[in-house]
């Protein structure tokens, strides 16, 4: 069964000249600053290897997800060359997409070329800037619900919830049967709380922006992002574990994967995590699904992380090179037959039977792998809107959520004052063209914008 042959997308490999991991490097020592997720630990056991076919060391510089953010943000705004590769999380790839900060990989890698035609193509586009490749990805992530089908049974819900109020419903019924519910990241930030609650916000009918790219009027705190949020903050208040206000992904995937909560939506990518047998306490008691969607359809979150080498690397040639091997398809199969990694960017790797056999979970309650490849189909690359300022935008949201979940704020109060917030970012970017009064915004007519972004 091929899951993502639609998702294939025309890449390439090397051009004459240009960087190829056969290519000698001898007296390189290339730095790569990144994540300690499994991917980058099993790359790290690999990297001899690279050395042995190139010349070239390569050194590893590994930190949790935020610390790793932060400091990629100053690495790349001061324009430093202490690193050759870095990660880049597609959340923040519009604030170094611009002015010269990142090497364009065309520079160095034919695009044509035959080797990367199967990397999933909507996750490349992430990376893309006026036709310009910025990165290699070696993750491509969604959502899905994740579910104990033991505890449905004894709670009396017959089938996983199909929208966002049948979520809330079925943690009702589950707390009847004196069962915990969920967990659901509640710490502020783009990459935690902003991640998870987009999909309930477009479910909802609502929209970040009033017509992006033409109108970037914010819009956060319009009737139907008001409702998301109280949606968001009842079942935090009400059915999460306790420590969900500020949980980060790890949290909630613990609290799955020690059978702590019946059900959660959380990134696929973390069931190699959820269901790793020297930790995991429900192995063969989980089903898959769809996340929830509301009256405006289903919207997956959909991201990447990828390599990107900094325009002021000394050594480009052979970081390039590096990307193409870090993101080769062997690499990426013996990385995932080792490890718990399953956010797999190539396509034939789904039908691997290899893979297939270590990750394709199946309890008779859902396929994984049939899922996942369901929800890349389906996820909008416009998840995460693409101007360099959603960022922080995005943050102060999460930020707006939180104050909602601790009742410092109504709901409706802690949107307007997120809303006045964004209202400036964008008007300090150049994007509107009018000044922003004291009235609540969702109150006031549309406003006239710039086509183009600044």
Not at 71 to 100: C, I, M, N, P, Q
Not at 114 to 135: M, S, T
Not at 394 to 403: F, H, N, P, T
């Amino acid at each position: 069964m091929r899951y993502l042959g639609i998702l294939a997308v025309a890449f390439g490999v090397a051009v004459g000249g240009g960087a190829t991991a056969q290519q000698r490097y001898d007296g390189a020592k290339i730095k790569v600053l990144s994540t300690n997720s499994a991917y980058d630990l099993e790359l790290k056991k690999f990297a001899h290897e690279f050395t042995e076919k190139t010349g070239a060391e390569v050194q590893f510089d590994l930190f949790g997800y935020a610390p790793t953010v932060q400091k990629v943000s100053v690495e790349l705004l001061t324009r430093s060359d202490s690193y050759d590769v870095v990660y880049l999380g597609s959340e923040e790839f519009g604030r170094y997409a611009s002015g010269d900060i990142l090497e364009p990989l065309d520079n160095y890698i034919d695009m044509k070329s035959a080797d990367v035609q199967e990397l999933i193509a909507p996750v490349l586009r992430l990376y893309n800037k006026d036709g310009k490749q910025l990165a290699f990805p070696h993750f491509a992530a969604t959502q899905l619900l994740y579910y104990r089908a033991d505890l449905f049974e004894k709670a009396g819900i017959k089938q996983p919830p199909q929208t966002w109020e049948e979520f809330r419903n079925d943690c009702d019924l589950l707390r009847k049967a004196d069962i915990q519910c969920t967990a659901l990241r509640g710490q502020p930030d783009t990459g935690e709380n902003i991640w998870f609650w987009g999909q309930v916000l477009y479910g909802f009918g609502g929209k970040y922006f009033a017509d992006e790219p033409a109108d970037l009027t914010p819009t956060v705190n319009s009737p139907a992002a008001v409702e998301a949020l109280k949606w968001y903050t009842d079942v935090m208040t009400n059915f999460t574990v306790p420590g969900s206000i500020s949980a980060t992904f790890d949290d909630v995937v613990i609290a799955m994967q020690q059978g702590r909560i019946a059900m959660t939506v959380e990134g696929a990518p973390t069931a190699g995590r959820i269901l790793d047998p020297k930790l995991s306490k429900v192995v063969g008691k989980l089903g898959f699904a769809l996340p929830p969607g509301g009256v405006s359809g289903r919207f997956p979150p959909f991201a990447g992380q990828a390599y990107v080498i900094p325009a002021a690397s000394e050594n480009k040639a052979a970081a390039a090179a590096f990307l193409q091997w870090a993101t080769s398809k062997d690499l990426m199969k013996r990385i995932s037959l080792d490890s718990t990694f399953v956010a797999i960017t190539r396509t034939s790797l789904w039908d691997d039977p290899e893979i297939r056999a270590k990750h394709d979970y199946d309890y008779g309650h859902g396929s994984f792998a049939a899922t996942y490849a369901e929800t890349l189909r389906g996820a909008p690359e416009w998840y995460y809107p693409r101007i360099p300022e959603f960022k922080e935008i995005g943050d102060r949201l999460g930020r707006a959520l939180q104050e909602a979940v601790v009742r410092s704020k109504s709901p409706e109060a802690a949107l307007d004052d997120a809303q006045g917030d964004a209202v400036e970012i964008v008007k300090r970017a150049g994007y509107l063209k009018y000044r922003y009064t004291s009235p609540p915004a969702r109150f006031c007519a549309p406003v006239r914008a710039r086509t183009e972004p600044s």
